[in-house]
């Protein structure tokens, strides 16, 4: 399969950058101003809450379907989940209007589940370790009932050690190298300590069997809580297991001691196994054995330890993480009664390559495959991880060239996989491809869930920027990077939602399926196939990003078909169907002929009977587009233009149409300049920001004319951004079809 996928490469099917260094910016000239306001009980015309239940959980706990890969609601119909993360706020500043306002618009923008950061740990002076953020409890609680009430589902992920500063931890608690002013890290203790373990069984304990005092019910009993998260993003496979505190750690390498007695039948025994390879941690006489940084178990630092002690001690943090993820469940389910969905995690390992496939496999212990991961610019600045600044740099590839989506995900046979946290992560141009392409590569590939990451306010994205208190010196706020609230985002939601969650494109064959040994995975072996590397810059230096571009691209069989993973089973179960009939020089196509991707220059193409559309640069693609029921011809230089049913049926045969147009959107004023820029020791073409802007948002105007070919539809009506109606807007009729000449400031129309 590699080999297959570099002569492709060598073909010519290969990352294209012809608009690196454009960031085709809307002026006042050519775009208009977003409103920034919205009332989501107001007539629309794409109202989407229909398709949630009345009330979430009326018809029974989501479970998972019979082969266990899929979910299905309590009364056996399938479901997935067009997610957020919704709006919580806490109790005291998110008012009941507020949040039953964020629940009514999510509801109405397609969404059915929100996964909820609960941070249940204590942070007042004075707490004892057992004791619960009594505000974050009751905001949880409040945020189930008010989302329930909507149709909306619940996720919920109450502990994130990257979010509790050690320096807000009393040393009296009893954690050695954690509180006070001491440097280590909580990350990777919970799966060690066991204060740590029963602080958090009590925060569980509370949140799930004290009564929600908003629903009358504790939410062990409430069929509206779908998925409970063990813990967000931190795993013993990652980088952030070498700044474990000292307590923990010790209670690790007794416990990697004691692992290792028992599979070779001495310590002597391992020690000569690994040729009397010592490693920092070491001490015989006290019964431990140390623990490499992590870097020891990637391909890279492969050959720097003996590679027997590094197979040794991946396998054990393996075994130790998969035995913690099972006792948690067991926890949840029988000690407090939940029988709600169990996730584990949503991390990844520190080598994609090598070492996912064991991460993976820890997380079959429980119910639920989750990842995180998020599509965005190269983007360098001073504080790139979370807010743009005046005088950042980027530069950026569409995911049409890059052939890269957050969705190519190799999934666990037998369990459902969710991608809980993602978004085209600004300072991006492209975002308006994100929604569409994730809905219909996801519902292709089988994904059964998708979170999008924000938003932060009960509706549109509005008011002051990011940091209003840092001064503006003529060159604009910065702007939050974390936010999909916008209308290049989640104005493309309605028909990213109806084809998701309706399956308007068909599912996809599986295309690779391969089985692993567990002596493979922990030999770090080169699996059939493998993730492209997704660049958290909070996570990665730059250096680790320019060097795992280099050696992985294996992201073209997922936009075939589904790729699966089976784990401890005979690796010549492996089965990988051909995929030359689908991957060719310059474009991949779905095995179901409906999904098609060209790099040159940049194009999606949509054919479904149900859903057909074009995505990316629209008019150096030719600007004219023929697709089974659908024309579209457009000069626009980037655009999404989506036509789907609002009534379910074929296009040809609809009674009701909604054409969607999903244009560049940027902050009023928002200004760039080509720039070469360093990251790391790579020298880039790209932009510097000159001015972030203000808010309201522009939107480019559009130049879409659309066409289908249906004998009943003869009328069209603009909506504004909102779903409400504008006015009628002029058609065309021919034979058996009609014209619609989108207005410049289309977003929606429907079509009658």
Excluded at 22 to 34: A, G, I, Q, Y
């Amino acid at each position: 399969m590699r080999r297959f996928l570099l002569v492709l490469l060598m073909m010519g099917l290969a990352i294209s950058g012809a608009h690196a260094l454009e960031d085709l910016n809307p002026t006042e000239e050519n775009s208009w101003e977003f409103p920034t306001s919205t009332d989501p009980w107001a007539e629309s015309l794409v109202d989407l809450r229909h398709l949630n239940e009345d009330v979430a959980g009326q018809s029974g706990f989501i479970r998972r379907s019979e082969d266990g890969s899929e979910f299905v609601r309590g009364d056996g119909e399938p479901i997935r989940f067009w997610a957020a993360h919704g709006p919580q706020g806490t109790a005291e500043q998110l008012s009941d209007e507020d949040a039953a306002t964020a629940a009514r618009w999510l509801a109405r923008m397609g969404v059915n589940m929100v996964r909820m950061g609960s941070n249940l740990n204590p942070k007042h002076e004075g707490a004892a370790i057992t004791d619960v953020d009594e505000d974050a409890l009751h905001t949880t609680w409040r945020a189930v009932a008010f989302y329930k009430q909507e149709g909306i589902y619940a996720n919920i992920s109450p502990w994130w050690g990257h979010s509790w500063p050690v320096q807000h931890i009393p040393p009296e608690w009893g954690i050695e190298g954690i509180g006070g002013d001491q440097p280590e890290g909580v990350l990777g203790a919970m799966f060690f300590d066991p204060t740590l373990q029963e602080a958090y069984r009590n925060w569980m304990r509370r949140l799930l069997t004290d009564t929600n005092p908003y629903t009358g019910i504790p939410l062990r009993d409430d069929p509206a809580l779908a998925i409970i998260q063990i813990q967000n993003e931190d795993t013993l496979l990652f980088h952030t297991l070498h700044g474990m505190a000292a307590g923990p750690r010790r209670i690790m390498e007794t416990q990697f001691h004691d692992w290792a007695v028992e599979r070779y039948g001495s310590l002597e025994a391992a020690l000569d196994a690994w040729n009397s390879d010592a490693v920092e941690g070491d001490d015989a006489d006290a019964g431990r054995l140390g623990v490499p940084h992590p870097w020891f178990l990637t391909d890279d630092g492969r050959g720097n330890m003996n590679e027997q002690r590094a197979r040794d001690t991946f396998r054990f943090l393996s075994e130790v993480q998969r035995a913690f993820y099972a006792d948690m469940k067991r926890f949840i389910r029988e000690d407090l009664g939940c029988p709600h969905l169990i996730d584990a995690s949503n991390f990844k390992s520190a080598d994609v390559r090598y070492m996912d496939d064991a991460e993976r496999w820890t997380f079959t212990a429980v119910d639920t495959i989750a990842s995180n991961d998020y599509y965005g610019a190269t983007h360098v600045g001073d504080h790139a991880g979370y807010m743009i600044e005046p005088g950042d740099h980027f530069a950026a590839l569409s995911a049409t060239q890059s052939l890269r989506l957050p969705v190519g995900k190799k999934q666990v046979a037998g369990h459902p996989f969710i991608l809980t946290e993602t978004l085209w992560v600004p300072p991006i141009p492209y975002k308006p491809e994100g929604p569409i392409l994730l809905a219909a590569y996801g519902a292709m590939n089988g994904i059964d869930g998708i979170f999008w990451a924000g938003p932060r306010r009960p509706t549109w994205t509005h008011g002051s920027p990011y940091r209003p208190w840092i001064p503006d010196e003529g060159q604009g706020h910065p702007f939050n990077k974390w936010d999909s609230a916008d209308p290049a985002a989640m104005g493309t939601f309605p028909a990213a939602a109806l084809i998701y969650r309706l399956g308007l494109v068909q599912p996809g064959p599986v295309v690779i399926r391969e089985a692993r040994s567990l002596d493979s995975m922990f030999a770090r072996e080169e699996p059939v196939i493998s993730e492209g590397f997704s660049f958290d810059p909070n996570r990665h230096t730059l250096e680790e990003a320019i060097q795992a571009e280099a050696r992985q691209f294996d992201g073209l069989p997922f936009l075939v078909g589904r790729v699966e993973a089976l784990y401890d089973t005979d690796p010549d179960l492996t089965e990988v169907m051909d995929l030359s009939p689908y991957i060719d020089t310059d474009t991949v196509r779905s095995a179901t002929g409906e999904l098609t991707m060209q790099p040159e220059p940049g194009l999606f193409t949509m054919d479904a009977p149900r859903a057909q559309g074009v995505t990316g640069f629209l008019n150096d693609a030719g600007g004219r587009f023929e697709l089974s029921d659908v024309t579209i011809e457009s000069g626009d230089a980037f655009a999404s233009v989506t036509v789907v049913p609002l009534d379910g049926e074929p296009l040809a045969e609809s009674g009701q149409v909604l054409v969607q147009v999903g244009a560049l959107t940027r902050a009023t004023g928002w200004r760039t300049e080509p720039a070469t820029f360093q990251r790391g020791e790579q020298e880039l073409e790209g932009l510097r920001i000159e001015h972030t802007g203000t808010l309201p948002w522009r939107v480019a105007n559009t130049d879409v004319t659309v066409t289908i070919r249906n004998p009943g539809l003869t009328r069209a009506t603009l909506l504004d951004p909102n779903g409400a109606p504008v006015g009628p807007v002029e058609v065309r009729t021919g034979e058996g079809e009609l014209t619609i000449p989108c207005p410049p400031e289309t977003m929606y129309i429907v079509v009658e």
